[in-house]
Protein backbone atom coordinates (compact mmCIF):
# COMPACT_ATOMS: atom_id res chain seq x y z
CA UNK A 1 0.00 0.00 0.00
CA UNK A 2 2.67 2.95 1.03
CA UNK A 3 4.87 1.70 -1.82
CA UNK A 4 0.96 2.35 -4.22
CA UNK A 5 1.15 5.51 -2.41
CA UNK A 6 5.12 6.60 -2.99
CA UNK A 7 4.68 5.73 -6.75
CA UNK A 8 1.31 7.52 -7.04
CA UNK A 9 2.81 10.75 -5.04
CA UNK A 10 6.38 10.22 -7.43
CA UNK A 11 4.00 10.43 -10.47
CA UNK A 12 1.97 13.40 -9.35
CA UNK A 13 5.40 15.63 -8.73
CA UNK A 14 6.39 14.50 -11.88
CA UNK A 15 3.27 16.27 -13.52
CA UNK A 16 3.35 19.25 -11.53
CA UNK A 17 7.02 19.76 -12.85
CA UNK A 18 6.13 19.45 -16.10
CA UNK A 19 3.38 21.36 -15.99
CA UNK A 20 5.26 24.12 -14.19
CA UNK A 21 8.01 24.26 -16.82
CA UNK A 22 5.56 24.46 -19.67
CA UNK A 23 3.67 27.70 -18.12
CA UNK A 24 4.08 30.67 -19.37
CA UNK A 25 6.64 33.05 -17.85
CA UNK A 26 4.32 35.42 -15.48
CA UNK A 27 4.77 38.93 -16.75
CA UNK A 28 6.07 40.15 -13.51
CA UNK A 29 9.12 38.14 -14.21
CA UNK A 30 9.41 39.32 -17.85
CA UNK A 31 9.06 42.63 -17.10
CA UNK A 32 12.69 42.56 -15.41
CA UNK A 33 14.02 41.37 -18.53
CA UNK A 34 13.15 43.45 -21.14
CA UNK A 35 14.20 46.71 -21.87
CA UNK A 36 12.83 47.67 -25.57
CA UNK A 37 13.81 51.60 -25.13
CA UNK A 38 17.59 52.70 -25.93
CA UNK A 39 19.27 54.42 -23.66
CA UNK A 40 17.42 57.32 -22.55
CA UNK A 41 20.33 59.29 -22.09
CA UNK A 42 23.89 59.58 -23.97
CA UNK A 43 27.01 61.30 -22.79
CA UNK A 44 28.07 64.15 -24.53
CA UNK A 45 31.52 63.70 -23.85
CA UNK A 46 31.56 59.86 -24.96
CA UNK A 47 29.83 60.56 -28.56
CA UNK A 48 31.84 62.08 -31.28
CA UNK A 49 28.97 62.81 -33.34
CA UNK A 50 26.07 64.17 -32.02
CA UNK A 51 23.63 60.90 -31.29
CA UNK A 52 20.09 62.60 -32.39
CA UNK A 53 18.06 60.58 -35.10
CA UNK A 54 19.29 57.00 -34.53
CA UNK A 55 17.74 55.13 -37.45
CA UNK A 56 15.41 52.12 -36.75
CA UNK A 57 17.58 49.78 -37.94
CA UNK A 58 20.22 50.15 -35.20
CA UNK A 59 17.36 49.31 -32.69
CA UNK A 60 18.62 47.51 -29.80
CA UNK A 61 17.68 43.79 -30.32
CA UNK A 62 14.01 43.73 -28.43
CA UNK A 63 13.41 40.45 -30.15
CA UNK A 64 10.08 39.41 -27.60
CA UNK A 65 6.87 41.15 -26.95
CA UNK A 66 5.85 43.36 -24.42
CA UNK A 67 5.51 41.68 -20.87
CA UNK A 68 1.67 41.85 -21.05
CA UNK A 69 2.23 40.36 -24.23
CA UNK A 70 4.12 37.37 -23.58
CA UNK A 71 3.16 34.38 -24.05
CA UNK A 72 0.33 34.65 -26.39
CA UNK A 73 1.72 36.18 -30.14
CA UNK A 74 3.19 33.81 -32.09
CA UNK A 75 4.63 36.43 -34.41
CA UNK A 76 7.71 37.44 -32.81
CA UNK A 77 8.14 41.18 -34.44
CA UNK A 78 11.58 41.76 -36.62
CA UNK A 79 13.53 44.15 -34.68
CA UNK A 80 13.22 46.75 -37.57
CA UNK A 81 9.31 47.17 -36.47
CA UNK A 82 9.64 46.13 -32.68
CA UNK A 83 8.90 49.22 -31.88
CA UNK A 84 5.98 49.58 -34.21
CA UNK A 85 5.16 46.47 -32.74
CA UNK A 86 5.14 47.53 -29.33
CA UNK A 87 3.25 50.36 -29.98
CA UNK A 88 0.38 49.57 -31.62
CA UNK A 89 0.21 46.34 -28.99
CA UNK A 90 -0.64 49.79 -26.79
CA UNK A 91 -3.26 51.10 -28.53
CA UNK A 92 -4.94 47.32 -29.79
CA UNK A 93 -5.54 47.33 -25.90
CA UNK A 94 -8.17 49.46 -26.05
CA UNK A 95 -11.14 46.93 -26.23
CA UNK A 96 -9.85 45.15 -22.85
CA UNK A 97 -11.89 46.28 -20.13
CA UNK A 98 -8.85 45.72 -17.54
CA UNK A 99 -6.79 48.59 -19.91
CA UNK A 100 -6.40 50.94 -17.48
CA UNK A 101 -4.63 54.40 -16.85
CA UNK A 102 -2.41 52.75 -14.52
CA UNK A 103 -1.81 49.73 -16.70
CA UNK A 104 -0.83 52.18 -19.46
CA UNK A 105 1.76 53.99 -17.16
CA UNK A 106 3.04 51.02 -16.37
CA UNK A 107 3.57 49.00 -20.10
CA UNK A 108 5.27 52.71 -20.81
CA UNK A 109 7.07 52.85 -17.74
CA UNK A 110 8.42 48.79 -18.66
CA UNK A 111 9.21 49.47 -21.52
CA UNK A 112 11.56 52.63 -20.35
CA UNK A 113 9.37 55.30 -22.51
CA UNK A 114 9.27 57.50 -18.98
CA UNK A 115 5.55 58.29 -19.30
CA UNK A 116 4.55 61.78 -17.96
CA UNK A 117 1.53 63.01 -16.88
CA UNK A 118 -0.41 66.77 -17.67
CA UNK A 119 -3.45 66.85 -15.73
CA UNK A 120 -5.30 69.88 -17.18
CA UNK A 121 -8.82 70.16 -14.87
CA UNK A 122 -11.38 73.18 -14.61
CA UNK A 123 -14.50 73.19 -12.45
CA UNK A 124 -16.46 73.67 -16.15
CA UNK A 125 -16.09 70.75 -17.83
CA UNK A 126 -13.86 68.73 -15.98
CA UNK A 127 -10.26 66.93 -15.91
CA UNK A 128 -8.41 66.05 -19.37
CA UNK A 129 -5.11 63.50 -18.75
CA UNK A 130 -2.69 63.72 -21.10
CA UNK A 131 -0.08 61.45 -20.99
CA UNK A 132 3.31 61.35 -22.90
CA UNK A 133 6.24 60.01 -22.92
CA UNK A 134 9.59 61.23 -22.36
CA UNK A 135 11.86 58.47 -24.17
CA UNK A 136 10.23 57.31 -26.95
CA UNK A 137 11.00 53.66 -28.36
CA UNK A 138 13.61 53.90 -31.20
CA UNK A 139 11.55 55.02 -34.50
CA UNK A 140 8.87 56.22 -33.05
CA UNK A 141 7.58 59.05 -31.19
CA UNK A 142 5.26 61.49 -29.44
CA UNK A 143 2.77 59.08 -27.95
CA UNK A 144 -0.11 61.01 -27.06
CA UNK A 145 -3.30 60.05 -24.75
CA UNK A 146 -5.92 61.90 -23.37
CA UNK A 147 -8.18 60.73 -20.76
CA UNK A 148 -11.70 62.01 -19.84
CA UNK A 149 -13.71 61.06 -17.02
CA UNK A 150 -17.23 59.99 -16.81
CA UNK A 151 -19.84 60.63 -14.27
CA UNK A 152 -19.00 57.57 -11.91
CA UNK A 153 -15.39 58.86 -12.17
CA UNK A 154 -14.11 56.17 -13.90
CA UNK A 155 -11.99 57.73 -16.65
CA UNK A 156 -11.34 56.37 -20.12
CA UNK A 157 -9.32 57.02 -23.44
CA UNK A 158 -10.60 59.76 -25.73
CA UNK A 159 -7.47 59.83 -28.35
CA UNK A 160 -4.22 57.96 -28.00
CA UNK A 161 -1.95 57.85 -30.61
CA UNK A 162 2.09 57.83 -31.84
CA UNK A 163 4.39 58.68 -35.33
CA UNK A 164 5.96 55.73 -36.89
CA UNK A 165 9.31 57.16 -38.94
CA UNK A 166 8.83 57.92 -42.14
CA UNK A 167 9.79 55.32 -45.08
CA UNK A 168 8.94 53.56 -48.32
CA UNK A 169 7.28 50.52 -45.96
CA UNK A 170 6.08 52.36 -43.03
CA UNK A 171 2.39 53.23 -44.05
CA UNK A 172 2.49 49.54 -45.03
CA UNK A 173 3.98 48.18 -41.87
CA UNK A 174 2.20 50.21 -39.52
CA UNK A 175 -0.95 48.95 -41.23
CA UNK A 176 -0.04 45.44 -40.40
CA UNK A 177 0.75 46.15 -37.40
CA UNK A 178 -2.68 47.54 -36.74
CA UNK A 179 -3.92 44.61 -38.11
CA UNK A 180 -2.49 42.32 -35.74
CA UNK A 181 -2.62 43.45 -32.52
CA UNK A 182 -6.70 45.22 -33.23
CA UNK A 183 -8.73 41.37 -32.13
CA UNK A 184 -11.55 41.19 -34.57
CA UNK A 185 -10.85 44.33 -36.97
CA UNK A 186 -13.05 43.98 -39.85
CA UNK A 187 -12.14 45.24 -42.99
CA UNK A 188 -11.39 49.27 -43.21
CA UNK A 189 -14.33 51.42 -43.38
CA UNK A 190 -11.80 54.36 -45.61
CA UNK A 191 -8.96 52.52 -47.67
CA UNK A 192 -6.59 55.22 -49.19
CA UNK A 193 -3.02 55.30 -50.23
CA UNK A 194 -2.05 57.66 -47.37
CA UNK A 195 -4.82 56.70 -44.84
CA UNK A 196 -6.90 53.73 -43.39
CA UNK A 197 -9.88 53.55 -41.05
CA UNK A 198 -11.36 51.03 -39.22
CA UNK A 199 -14.44 50.71 -36.78
CA UNK A 200 -14.12 49.42 -33.52
CA UNK A 201 -17.31 47.34 -31.95
CA UNK A 202 -16.99 50.19 -28.76
CA UNK A 203 -17.47 53.15 -30.33
CA UNK A 204 -14.04 53.83 -30.90
CA UNK A 205 -12.26 54.01 -34.49
CA UNK A 206 -8.67 53.38 -34.93
CA UNK A 207 -6.71 55.50 -37.97
CA UNK A 208 -3.28 55.31 -39.83
CA UNK A 209 -1.99 58.24 -42.04
CA UNK A 210 0.80 59.36 -43.65
CA UNK A 211 1.39 63.02 -42.78
CA UNK A 212 1.99 65.62 -45.74
CA UNK A 213 3.52 68.68 -44.81
CA UNK A 214 0.08 70.39 -44.26
CA UNK A 215 -0.78 68.03 -41.72
CA UNK A 216 2.27 68.82 -39.87
CA UNK A 217 1.35 72.30 -39.44
CA UNK A 218 0.33 74.04 -36.34
CA UNK A 219 0.06 70.71 -34.16
CA UNK A 220 -0.16 72.60 -30.59
CA UNK A 221 1.66 69.61 -29.38
CA UNK A 222 4.64 68.67 -31.38
CA UNK A 223 7.41 70.36 -33.13
CA UNK A 224 7.81 69.50 -36.94
CA UNK A 225 10.66 70.23 -39.92
CA UNK A 226 10.60 69.55 -43.25
CA UNK A 227 12.15 66.07 -43.21
CA UNK A 228 8.60 64.75 -41.11
CA UNK A 229 6.97 64.73 -44.07
CA UNK A 230 5.89 61.28 -44.66
CA UNK A 231 5.67 60.33 -41.14
CA UNK A 232 2.84 57.89 -40.12
CA UNK A 233 0.48 58.78 -37.48
CA UNK A 234 -1.54 55.52 -36.26
CA UNK A 235 -4.71 56.57 -33.60
CA UNK A 236 -7.38 55.54 -31.49
CA UNK A 237 -9.87 57.96 -31.17
CA UNK A 238 -13.57 57.75 -30.16
CA UNK A 239 -15.97 57.81 -32.91
CA UNK A 240 -17.86 61.20 -34.02
CA UNK A 241 -18.79 61.01 -37.59
CA UNK A 242 -20.07 57.50 -39.24
CA UNK A 243 -18.63 57.21 -42.94
CA UNK B 1 7.84 58.09 12.19
CA UNK B 2 6.44 56.17 9.14
CA UNK B 3 2.66 57.27 9.49
CA UNK B 4 3.53 61.12 8.97
CA UNK B 5 5.75 60.00 6.11
CA UNK B 6 2.67 60.26 3.49
CA UNK B 7 1.87 63.67 5.22
CA UNK B 8 5.12 64.82 4.34
CA UNK B 9 5.04 63.55 0.97
CA UNK B 10 1.66 65.33 0.43
CA UNK B 11 3.05 68.46 1.77
CA UNK B 12 6.32 68.38 0.01
CA UNK B 13 4.60 67.85 -3.23
CA UNK B 14 1.97 70.54 -3.11
CA UNK B 15 4.57 72.92 -1.81
CA UNK B 16 6.83 72.25 -4.99
CA UNK B 17 3.82 71.93 -7.69
CA UNK B 18 6.22 70.60 -10.14
CA UNK B 19 7.36 67.42 -10.57
CA UNK B 20 5.24 66.37 -8.28
CA UNK B 21 4.66 62.56 -7.69
CA UNK B 22 1.45 60.76 -7.94
CA UNK B 23 -0.38 61.12 -4.45
CA UNK B 24 -4.51 61.34 -5.45
CA UNK B 25 -4.23 59.78 -9.35
CA UNK B 26 -2.74 56.31 -8.09
CA UNK B 27 -0.17 56.79 -10.83
CA UNK B 28 2.59 53.96 -10.70
CA UNK B 29 5.36 55.33 -8.54
CA UNK B 30 7.88 57.43 -10.26
CA UNK B 31 5.62 58.46 -13.06
CA UNK B 32 6.00 62.39 -13.20
CA UNK B 33 2.47 64.06 -12.45
CA UNK B 34 2.35 67.97 -13.80
CA UNK B 35 -0.52 70.51 -13.82
CA UNK B 36 -2.14 72.41 -16.20
CA UNK B 37 -2.41 72.26 -19.84
CA UNK B 38 0.47 71.02 -22.06
CA UNK B 39 1.92 73.96 -22.67
CA UNK B 40 5.53 74.50 -21.89
CA UNK B 41 7.46 77.47 -20.89
CA UNK B 42 11.48 78.54 -20.22
CA UNK B 43 10.78 78.53 -16.80
CA UNK B 44 14.36 80.22 -14.97
CA UNK B 45 15.07 82.13 -11.91
CA UNK B 46 17.34 84.76 -15.01
CA UNK B 47 16.37 86.71 -17.74
CA UNK B 48 16.85 84.27 -20.58
CA UNK B 49 17.98 81.43 -21.14
CA UNK B 50 20.96 79.69 -23.63
CA UNK B 51 19.83 77.43 -26.07
CA UNK B 52 22.61 75.35 -27.86
CA UNK B 53 24.31 73.43 -30.18
CA UNK B 54 23.84 69.50 -30.53
CA UNK B 55 27.55 69.52 -29.27
CA UNK B 56 26.30 71.40 -26.12
CA UNK B 57 28.94 74.11 -26.85
CA UNK B 58 27.61 76.85 -28.94
CA UNK B 59 25.34 78.89 -27.90
CA UNK B 60 23.02 79.45 -30.33
CA UNK B 61 20.68 81.78 -29.05
CA UNK B 62 18.73 83.07 -26.17
CA UNK B 63 15.16 82.93 -25.09
CA UNK B 64 13.30 84.92 -22.83
CA UNK B 65 11.87 83.80 -19.30
CA UNK B 66 8.27 82.11 -19.83
CA UNK B 67 8.54 82.18 -23.73
CA UNK B 68 6.53 79.38 -25.12
CA UNK B 69 8.43 75.66 -25.75
CA UNK B 70 7.87 72.95 -27.13
CA UNK B 71 10.01 69.67 -26.77
CA UNK B 72 11.19 68.03 -30.10
CA UNK B 73 10.94 64.23 -30.76
CA UNK B 74 12.41 62.96 -33.38
CA UNK B 75 12.30 58.92 -33.38
CA UNK B 76 15.95 58.53 -31.68
CA UNK B 77 17.71 59.94 -28.55
CA UNK B 78 17.00 63.44 -28.03
CA UNK B 79 18.21 63.64 -24.45
CA UNK B 80 22.27 64.63 -24.01
CA UNK B 81 24.47 64.86 -20.37
CA UNK B 82 26.46 67.55 -19.53
CA UNK B 83 28.01 68.37 -16.55
CA UNK B 84 28.57 72.32 -16.07
CA UNK B 85 30.12 73.75 -13.11
CA UNK B 86 30.46 70.22 -11.44
CA UNK B 87 26.54 70.10 -11.94
CA UNK B 88 25.35 67.60 -13.88
CA UNK B 89 22.46 68.25 -16.75
CA UNK B 90 20.08 66.57 -18.95
CA UNK B 91 19.56 68.29 -21.93
CA UNK B 92 16.77 68.19 -24.42
CA UNK B 93 16.12 69.22 -28.13
CA UNK B 94 12.86 71.85 -28.40
CA UNK B 95 11.17 74.39 -30.82
CA UNK B 96 11.23 78.08 -29.58
CA UNK B 97 8.30 79.37 -31.75
CA UNK B 98 8.20 82.75 -30.75
CA UNK B 99 12.12 83.41 -32.06
CA UNK B 100 12.41 85.68 -35.06
CA UNK B 101 15.26 84.32 -35.72
CA UNK B 102 15.94 81.46 -38.76
CA UNK B 103 17.18 79.04 -35.83
CA UNK B 104 14.44 78.14 -33.91
CA UNK B 105 15.46 74.96 -32.22
CA UNK B 106 18.13 74.39 -29.71
CA UNK B 107 19.15 72.14 -26.68
CA UNK B 108 18.33 73.20 -23.14
CA UNK B 109 18.44 71.64 -19.87
CA UNK B 110 15.60 69.76 -19.31
CA UNK B 111 14.86 71.50 -15.76
CA UNK B 112 14.36 74.50 -17.78
CA UNK B 113 11.71 73.83 -19.83
CA UNK B 114 8.21 72.60 -17.76
CA UNK B 115 4.09 73.29 -18.38
CA UNK B 116 3.01 77.09 -17.57
CA UNK B 117 1.36 75.91 -14.58
CA UNK B 118 4.14 74.74 -12.94
CA UNK B 119 6.39 77.37 -13.58
CA UNK B 120 5.76 80.73 -10.65
CA UNK B 121 4.60 83.49 -12.54
CA UNK B 122 3.98 81.92 -15.98
CA UNK B 123 0.48 81.20 -15.59
CA UNK B 124 -2.09 83.46 -17.39
CA UNK B 125 -4.36 84.89 -15.12
CA UNK B 126 -8.08 83.57 -15.68
CA UNK B 127 -9.98 86.53 -16.92
CA UNK B 128 -14.12 86.32 -16.36
CA UNK B 129 -15.70 87.46 -19.39
CA UNK B 130 -18.40 90.12 -18.22
CA UNK B 131 -21.83 89.71 -19.15
CA UNK B 132 -22.91 90.08 -22.67
CA UNK B 133 -26.53 90.65 -24.71
CA UNK B 134 -24.75 90.01 -27.46
CA UNK B 135 -25.02 86.36 -29.17
CA UNK B 136 -23.92 85.55 -32.54
CA UNK B 137 -23.67 82.50 -35.07
CA UNK B 138 -20.22 80.73 -35.19
CA UNK B 139 -19.02 81.26 -38.42
CA UNK B 140 -18.46 83.88 -40.98
CA UNK B 141 -20.93 82.98 -43.32
CA UNK B 142 -24.49 81.08 -43.66
CA UNK B 143 -23.58 76.78 -43.36
CA UNK B 144 -23.77 75.99 -46.90
CA UNK B 145 -26.74 73.41 -45.99
CA UNK B 146 -28.87 73.30 -43.30
CA UNK B 147 -27.92 72.19 -39.91
CA UNK B 148 -31.31 70.85 -39.48
CA UNK B 149 -31.65 67.75 -41.56
CA UNK B 150 -29.82 64.88 -42.17
CA UNK B 151 -26.06 63.54 -40.39
CA UNK B 152 -25.59 67.04 -39.88
CA UNK B 153 -28.67 67.84 -37.18
CA UNK B 154 -28.67 67.56 -33.67
CA UNK B 155 -29.78 63.88 -32.23
CA UNK B 156 -28.97 62.12 -35.87
CA UNK B 157 -28.41 58.37 -35.68
CA UNK B 158 -25.04 57.35 -35.65
CA UNK B 159 -23.38 53.83 -34.85
CA UNK B 160 -23.76 51.57 -32.30
CA UNK B 161 -27.13 53.18 -31.11
CA UNK B 162 -25.76 56.31 -30.54
CA UNK B 163 -26.43 60.10 -30.97
CA UNK B 164 -24.97 63.28 -33.23
CA UNK B 165 -24.37 65.33 -29.68
CA UNK B 166 -23.61 68.47 -32.01
CA UNK B 167 -24.89 70.41 -35.30
CA UNK B 168 -22.43 70.15 -37.74
CA UNK B 169 -22.34 73.84 -39.91
CA UNK B 170 -20.59 73.45 -43.25
CA UNK B 171 -18.40 75.61 -44.30
CA UNK B 172 -14.79 75.85 -46.32
CA UNK B 173 -11.44 75.18 -44.73
CA UNK B 174 -9.63 77.62 -42.99
CA UNK B 175 -12.62 79.96 -42.37
CA UNK B 176 -12.93 81.86 -39.27
CA UNK B 177 -14.63 79.77 -36.41
CA UNK B 178 -15.96 82.40 -33.79
CA UNK B 179 -17.41 82.92 -30.35
CA UNK B 180 -21.30 82.85 -30.19
CA UNK B 181 -20.69 85.48 -26.98
CA UNK B 182 -18.92 86.72 -24.72
CA UNK B 183 -16.60 83.63 -22.15
CA UNK B 184 -13.57 82.45 -21.39
CA UNK B 185 -11.20 79.93 -22.86
CA UNK B 186 -11.66 76.40 -20.30
CA UNK B 187 -9.51 74.00 -22.28
CA UNK B 188 -7.47 75.14 -24.84
CA UNK B 189 -6.60 72.75 -28.67
CA UNK B 190 -7.18 69.24 -27.84
CA UNK B 191 -7.09 66.40 -30.28
CA UNK B 192 -10.78 65.50 -31.36
CA UNK B 193 -11.40 63.16 -34.01
CA UNK B 194 -9.25 62.72 -37.29
CA UNK B 195 -6.41 65.06 -37.52
CA UNK B 196 -8.86 68.32 -35.87
CA UNK B 197 -8.70 69.91 -32.84
CA UNK B 198 -11.59 71.08 -30.38
CA UNK B 199 -11.78 73.79 -28.02
CA UNK B 200 -13.94 74.46 -25.00
CA UNK B 201 -15.17 77.91 -23.86
CA UNK B 202 -17.29 78.78 -20.49
CA UNK B 203 -19.56 81.63 -21.85
CA UNK B 204 -21.10 84.24 -20.23
CA UNK B 205 -24.48 82.91 -18.09
CA UNK B 206 -23.04 79.58 -17.36
CA UNK B 207 -23.36 77.66 -21.17
CA UNK B 208 -20.33 75.75 -22.11
CA UNK B 209 -19.13 75.10 -25.66
CA UNK B 210 -17.44 72.83 -27.62
CA UNK B 211 -16.44 74.01 -30.84
CA UNK B 212 -14.66 70.95 -32.27
CA UNK B 213 -13.22 69.87 -35.64
CA UNK B 214 -11.10 72.84 -36.40
CA UNK B 215 -7.39 73.14 -37.49
CA UNK B 216 -4.31 73.58 -34.96
CA UNK B 217 -4.05 77.09 -35.88
CA UNK B 218 -4.20 79.38 -33.10
CA UNK B 219 -6.18 82.27 -33.12
CA UNK B 220 -4.57 85.61 -31.93
CA UNK B 221 -5.34 86.24 -28.34
CA UNK B 222 -6.60 82.29 -28.04
CA UNK B 223 -5.68 80.76 -24.76
CA UNK B 224 -6.42 78.98 -21.57
CA UNK B 225 -7.73 81.26 -19.31
CA UNK B 226 -8.24 83.74 -21.81
CA UNK B 227 -11.35 86.17 -22.59
CA UNK B 228 -13.09 86.32 -25.77
CA UNK B 229 -16.03 88.78 -26.48
CA UNK B 230 -19.09 87.55 -28.89
CA UNK B 231 -17.67 87.02 -32.78
CA UNK B 232 -13.91 86.70 -31.87
CA UNK B 233 -12.26 84.21 -34.05
CA UNK B 234 -11.67 80.73 -31.63
CA UNK B 235 -10.16 78.80 -34.10
CA UNK B 236 -10.43 78.01 -38.02
CA UNK B 237 -12.82 75.62 -39.66
CA UNK B 238 -11.11 72.17 -40.37
CA UNK B 239 -11.98 68.81 -42.00
CA UNK B 240 -11.39 65.83 -41.05
CA UNK B 241 -8.76 63.16 -42.29
CA UNK B 242 -11.62 60.58 -43.89
CA UNK B 243 -12.84 63.43 -45.84
CA UNK B 244 -16.50 61.91 -45.19
CA UNK B 245 -17.72 65.29 -44.96
CA UNK B 246 -17.38 69.05 -45.42
CA UNK B 247 -15.06 71.38 -43.42
CA UNK B 248 -17.45 72.32 -40.60
CA UNK B 249 -17.29 73.46 -37.23
CA UNK B 250 -19.11 70.87 -34.86
CA UNK B 251 -21.05 72.92 -32.27
CA UNK B 252 -21.75 71.26 -29.07
CA UNK B 253 -23.58 73.42 -26.19
CA UNK B 254 -23.80 72.63 -22.67
CA UNK B 255 -26.43 74.40 -20.13
CA UNK B 256 -23.50 73.95 -17.48
CA UNK B 257 -25.63 72.49 -14.84
CA UNK B 258 -23.57 69.40 -14.39
CA UNK B 259 -19.76 69.04 -13.86
CA UNK B 260 -16.78 66.68 -15.33
CA UNK B 261 -15.94 66.48 -19.25
CA UNK B 262 -17.82 66.91 -21.50
CA UNK B 263 -17.20 63.69 -23.40
CA UNK B 264 -19.08 60.69 -21.79
CA UNK B 265 -19.73 57.04 -21.74
CA UNK B 266 -23.04 55.73 -20.56
CA UNK B 267 -25.69 57.19 -22.38
CA UNK B 268 -26.83 57.82 -26.53
CA UNK B 269 -24.59 60.87 -26.89
CA UNK B 270 -21.30 59.67 -24.92
CA UNK B 271 -21.81 62.90 -23.58
CA UNK B 272 -22.42 65.12 -20.21
CA UNK B 273 -26.18 64.90 -19.01
CA UNK B 274 -26.16 69.07 -19.47
CA UNK B 275 -26.11 68.59 -23.23
CA UNK B 276 -28.45 70.97 -25.25
CA UNK B 277 -29.66 71.26 -28.49
CA UNK B 278 -28.63 74.09 -30.05
CA UNK B 279 -30.78 73.98 -33.07
CA UNK B 280 -33.06 76.43 -32.47
CA UNK B 281 -30.87 78.93 -30.49
CA UNK B 282 -28.33 78.49 -33.73
CA UNK B 283 -31.78 79.47 -36.14
CA UNK B 284 -32.32 82.24 -33.80
CA UNK B 285 -28.52 83.82 -34.17
CA UNK B 286 -28.33 82.91 -37.91
CA UNK B 287 -31.68 85.03 -38.65
CA UNK B 288 -30.14 87.71 -36.66
CA UNK B 289 -26.84 87.84 -38.18
CA UNK B 290 -27.93 86.55 -41.74
CA UNK B 291 -31.43 87.67 -41.79
CA UNK B 292 -32.45 84.51 -42.84
CA UNK B 293 -32.43 80.91 -41.62
CA UNK B 294 -32.70 77.53 -42.26
Known sequence: MKKLIATGATILLFVFIIQYLRAPVPSSQVAGEIDLGSPSVTSAKETATPPVREPAASVPEPSRPLASNAGKTPNVPKPADSSLEAMGHTLGQIGQPAFSLKGLLEDLQRTGQQPLVVRDDNPDSGEMLIVRTKSPLPGTRYFHAQYFTDESGDRFVQHMSFEFKPGADSMSEAIASVERNFAGLSRPVVQRADYVKWKLDNHYIVWVKKMAAADLQEDPFNSYSLSDDGTIRVAVELEIHGE | ?294
Request: charged letters at 20%.
Open chain 2, 1 to 294: MFKWFPMVVIAITTFTNHVVYAVDLDLPVGVELQTGALDYVVCINAATLNVRDQALAKVLFTVAKHSAAKPVQSFGTDRLKKTIDGVEYTFIKSEFPAVTGAVKVGWVAENYIVTRSSCPGANLPIVVAPPSPAWTFPTLKRPSVSYKDGMRRFKANRSNGRLHAACDLYRVTGEDALAVTAGTVIRDKYYFYEGTYAIEVKHAGGKVARYGEITGKTAPSIALNKSVRAGQTLGYVGKVNSGCCTPMLHFELYSGTASGSLSQSGNSFQRRKDLIDPTLLLSGWEKLKFGTSY
